[in-house]
């Protein structure tokens, strides 16, 4: 499982012209899985980005979690993470979890961050989406499971 988090200071996602998800201050969540994620995995990462301090605490040093700051996360599934480029122009996606494997396992991740008190929104799986945020920092961190 990979996970790239972005700081923001809001951010929404648009299917069809509706937005169908928005937050302010939080994390942008892009999700990859592979086809070897488990919810091991998935409940690996979400404690990870739960317990993270990434917010400035008085002292201006990234001391505060996102819950200590009231954050939200606007989580989107992103196979394309697991695209390799090394060979020719077209990127391969055979590393990348097929949907019948990756969509339960997406929503396991985001329900195991609600579990830990996150309000959480999200995409829609396999749509085409239009994410919008204003990167907080920027502060852009990549996790990794395995």
Do not use: C, W
């Amino acid at each position: 499982m990979k996970v790239v988090l972005q700081r923001s200071k809001q951010a929404s996602v648009t299917v069809d012209d509706e937005v169908i998800g928005a937050i302010g201050h939080g994390y942008v969540l892009l999700v990859g899985l592979t086809h070897e994620d488990t919810e091991q995995d998935a409940d690996y990462a979400a404690k990870k980005i739960a317990g993270l301090r990434l917010f400035e605490d008085g002292d201006g040093k990234m001391n505060r979690s996102i819950d200590e700051t009231g954050g939200q996360i606007l989580s989107i599934s992103q196979f394309t993470l697991y695209g390799d480029s090394r060979k020719g122009r077209r990127p391969s996606f055979i590393e990348a979890a097929r949907p019948e494997h990756a969509e339960p396992l997406y929503d396991h991740f985001n329900e195991q961050l609600r579990a830990l008190g996150l309000r959480v929104e999200t995409g829609r799986f396999g749509a085409m989406m239009d994410v919008s945020l204003v990167n907080d920092g920027p502060v852009t961190l990549i996790i990794e499971s395995k």
